[in-house]
């Protein structure tokens, strides 16, 4: 531990993706992100069920029995194995789970394990609770009407405002997130945008989708959003 200041995106992608990192570390315990909170994978086997029937009708509009499904950030493998579950016969699927953490022991071998998409994908790229785990910058209006980039203090969390910000974040924060009042915070989503651009380019043909937290322009909240989760 220093009194090194840094930005959130920063000290977010040491936090979560460092080698002792929330979603990398095996000293988190082997039952991954799910023993710390539940999304809709974890919450009930309709969930699955759901993406199995919308992998179907993509399969349909196709006119193809053999199809792609892509997990974005798919934690330990749960929604990809509950899926697999519920397919109709006759429709053949070849599964990814893209994912930082490790491949963790048992999963179904059909269940193929990577760090990053596979290229031209013809079915269904699903991401479900991802965007809001790419670290952002966090932004806050310091007391002259300038928003600022928020850094933080890796010995203790302490934060303290830094530079104003500049550039393609300035450009971002004034189409997406306009700031104004002193005190008021934005996270900048640059990254996210960025990610999901990717993520969503190797599609071919079929559908991406994005399931996450969100709020429109015109009714962000005042400070921001930045939440953690442990331990429940
Ligand atoms: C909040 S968890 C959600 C897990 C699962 N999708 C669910 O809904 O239960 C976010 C997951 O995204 C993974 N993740 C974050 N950034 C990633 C990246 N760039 N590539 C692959 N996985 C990523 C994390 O390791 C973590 O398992």
Redesign the pocket.
């Known amino acids: 531990m220093t009194d090194e200041w840094r930005g959130w995106r920063e000290a977010a992608e040491a936090a979560?993706?460092g080698d002792e990192g929330?979603?990398?570390s095996p000293l988190r315990g082997p039952e991954?992100?799910?023993g710390h909170?539940?999304?809709?994978?974890?919450a009930s086997p309709l969930f699955a069920a759901a993406v199995a029937r919308l992998l179907t009708g993509i399969a349909r509009e196709l006119d193809t029995r053999t199809i792609t499904l892509v997990?974005?950030?798919?934690?330990?493998g749960?929604?990809l194995t509950g899926v697999l579950a519920a397919l109709p016969d006759g429709l053949e699927v070849t599964p990814y789970a893209?994912?930082?953490?490790d491949r963790p022991p048992g999963l179904d071998p059909r269940i193929r394990w990577c760090?990053?998409p596979p290229a031209g994908i013809t079915g269904l790229l699903f991401?479900?609770?991802?965007l809001?785990?790419?670290p952002a910058e966090v932004a806050e209006v310091d007391a002259a009407g300038v928003p600022r980039y928020v850094q933080v203090r890796t010995s203790d969390g302490a934060e303290r405002l830094g530079a104003p910000v500049a550039g393609a974040d300035a450009a971002w924060l004034e189409r997406w997130w306009p700031l104004s009042a002193p005190g008021e915070r934005a996270e900048i989503g640059r990254p996210r945008d960025a990610?999901w651009a990717r993520a969503a380019g190797c599609v071919e043909a079929g559908l991406a989708v994005a399931?996450d937290y969100t709020h429109v322009r015109d009714a962000r909240p005042p400070f921001g959003t930045l939440t953690g989760f442990r331990g429940g």
């Open positions: 979560l993706y929330f979603y990398r991954g992100p799910a909170f539940r999304t809709s994978v974890h997990d974005v950030g798919a934690g330990r749960e929604l893209v994912e930082v953490a760090a990053e991401a479900n609770e991802w809001d785990n790419v990610a399931v």
